[in-house]
């Protein structure tokens, strides 16, 4: 069945009066959202901390995700900021050994790239796959990059700048043949492309709400993934670390 555009512009007041060309950045505000901020500002003025309510819409959050990514809900964690997940799973990476090598592209989002290099001082060692002459960035790349000395291979779905989709099952291949896990930065591409984190066999992937999912800043846009059978635990933690929480 045809979709009925008139009907879905009307759910984003913003395009009767402008062309929206931000979505990249942060998507127009729909009604729906409008909506469930204003009902979250009348249970904050008439009821206060109303935990149960905000616990269950928190696991529903995880629930929605895991279906949106084809996992199971016990892999999703839902976080303040994509930022707050990338830290998470790099203060539980040990990089005091052989293994210290931290493969990044060209095509990453600043937040994918920093982070990492953030960890240099605890021993991690950076390096970038550049672009070919044609602007994109090979398989082939990749191959020269990752070896047996890497730990972890950190690339964007879909490139924040020119849009570019890398070969995500190939470099999950070339990762995990020498050992390495791979983290999937799906920020750009969650809500438009359908990401079955299970078929393309990536470690770990991070993605945010408040682009083609319609979300907004500071409401748990990011998710972090993580497969089954990791053992690592981040260093920091809080009130809700507990596996009984």
């Avoid at 512009?9 to 901020?37: I, Q």
């Avoid at 070339?174 to 799906?186: E, I, M, N, S, Y």
């Avoid at 078929?199 to 999912?213: I, T």
Wanted: contains cysteine.
């Amino acid at each position: 069945m045809e979709p009925n555009f008139q009907a879905l512009r009307k759910e984003f007041p913003v395009l009767a009066r402008k062309t929206y060309l931000n979505s990249g950045s942060y998507c127009a505000l729909a009604n729906d959202v409008k909506s469930a901020f204003e009902a979250y500002m009348e249970d904050r003025l008439l009821v206060g901390a109303n935990w149960d309510v905000w616990i269950t819409k928190n696991e529903s959050v995880r629930a929605l995700t895991a279906t949106l990514l084809h996992a199971g809900p016990d892999e999703i964690a839902v976080t303040a900021s994509v930022s707050a997940g990338l830290n998470a799973l790099a203060s539980a990476l040990d990089f005091s050994g052989a293994r210290n090598k931290v493969v990044v592209s060209d095509f990453e989002f600043p937040t994918n790239a920093q982070i990492w290099h953030a960890q240099e001082p605890r021993g991690a060692r950076v390096v970038h796959v550049t672009r070919a002459a044609d602007g994109y960035i090979p398989l082939e790349n990749f191959a020269k990059a990752i070896d047996e000395q890497t730990q972890l291979v950190a690339i964007t779905h879909v490139c924040f700048r020119n849009g570019a989709k890398l070969d995500i099952p190939g470099i999950v291949r070339l990762a995990h043949a020498k050992g390495a896990k791979v983290l999937l930065d799906c920020y750009q591409s969650v809500g438009s492309l359908d990401i079955d984190v299970k078929s393309l066999g990536v470690d770990f992937a991070a993605g945010g709400m408040l682009k083609y999912l319609l979300g907004s800043r500071h409401t748990g846009r990011g998710q972090c993934l993580r497969r089954r059978g990791w053992a690592q635990v981040p260093v920091g933690g809080g009130y809700a670390g507990d596996r009984k929480a």
